[in-house]
């Protein structure tokens, strides 16, 4: 399992990104992704990179269909080999220091 961080930026469509926000958290949704919003970034669960990365094409293309002229993406990912992760993995692992 790969847990991923990713935010997108939508640059020169105003002050407020809770649309575009909202617009991708609706395309996770439709994708059947298991992910958590934050703040400033959302997190998700993908299968494989393939899954993380058609997603976060997807994403963008969803913005690029608003018409967002620019957009800025930025991934981070957990890639573990040596066992298994999930976003409640990671949480429960923080919870437990």
């Not at 899954?51 to 976060?56: A, E, H, M, Y």
């Not at 963008?60 to 269909?65: A, I, P, S, T, V």
Request: without cysteine; glycine residues 8%.
């Amino acid at each position: 399992m790969i847990v991923a961080d990713f935010s997108i930026i939508p640059m020169g469509s105003g002050t407020s990104a809770a649309g575009y926000v909202g617009a991708v958290h609706d395309l996770l949704n439709e994708a059947g992704v298991k992910f958590v919003p934050g703040p400033m970034s959302t997190s998700l669960e993908a299968e494989s990179f393939e899954q993380l990365f058609d997603v976060v094409e997807k994403a963008n293309k969803r913005l690029e269909g608003m018409g967002v002229q620019r957009i800025i993406t930025t991934v981070r990912i957990d890639f573990r080999l040596d066992k298994e992760i999930s976003i409640e993995s990671k949480l429960q692992a923080v919870k437990k220091t």
